[in-house]
């Protein structure tokens, strides 16, 4: 999650400056303010700055010369908060300083949340429906697995349910699956499969495959 946003000003004394923070407690190490300031070298620039116990996204404004930095979490993802950082950019273009624009670092802050809880609910919901699509499929293999071990079907119907939960299937692994068959007799019906363009052999897997 993000932890703040913060302005850098260069000084001609003392270098690169911190002159603004929100929120108030927000820390921001010398050394990552000095590193910073080396990095974008008076250029206008994005800069993602991944450490141990730092993550960060920056940039430069050259007209005004100073950094607009926002600082992230472990594991947010800079390059999601590009346009977070455009929007507060076009703010300073237009000459907000003083409390204005700290009112408008809050406001970033506030926006880069927003961000932050829409990623989440995203993730979360993807998550949970993939979760939802593994037990699915779990439950049809399960499925096709009782169908198959019922003495119901004959044995061209055996090999197409097997090749309905595999991408593909050797010959040898077909006949270790169907258990005591003749194996002439299970290559006759992968012949005739293949002629009903059911199946089809990949040679480069060396073995036989749904055809669709």
């Known amino acids: 999650m993000v932890k703040g946003v913060a ?24 050394n990552i303010v ?10 206008s620039s994005y800069i993602i700055t991944e450490e141990q116990n730092w993550n960060s996204i920056s940039f430069y404004n ?7 930095l926002l600082v992230l979490g472990k594991y947010d993802d800079g390059a999601d908060y590009v346009s977070i950082l455009d929007e507060f950019n076009k703010e300073i273009e237009t000459g907000t300083k003083g409390e204005e624009l700290k009112t408008q670092l809050k406001k970033i802050y506030t926006h880069s949340l927003d961000v ?3 990623r989440d609910e995203v993730i979360s919901k993807l998550s949970n429906e993939v979760a939802n699509l593994k037990t699915d499929l779990f439950k049809l293999e399960q ?6 071990a019922s003495n119901v079907f ?3 119907d055996k090999i197409l349910l097997l090749f309905a939960q595999r991408d593909y299937i050797a010959i040898e692994e077909l006949n270790r699956l169907l258990g005591e068959v003749s194996i002439k ?3 006759k019906i992968l012949k005739n499969l293949q002629e009903k363009s059911l199946l089809l052999y990949d040679q480069d897997q060396k073995a036989y495959k749904l055809k669709f």
């Not at 302005?7 to 010398?30: C, E, F, S």
Request: negative net charge; without cysteine.
């Open 185 to 187: 007799k299970v290559e």
């Open 62 to 68: 050259e007209t005004e010369e100073i950094i607009v």
């Open 34 to 43: 000095q590193q910073l300031e080396l990095a974008h070298n008076f250029t």
């Open 116 to 118: 932050f809880r829409t």
């Open 143 to 148: 499925k096709l697995d009782h169908l198959f």
């Open 7 to 30: 302005v850098i000003k260069w000084d001609v004394v003392q270098g690169g400056k911190l002159t603004m923070k929100y929120p108030d407690d927000l820390v921001v190490p010398d």
């Open 154 to 156: 004959q044995l061209k």
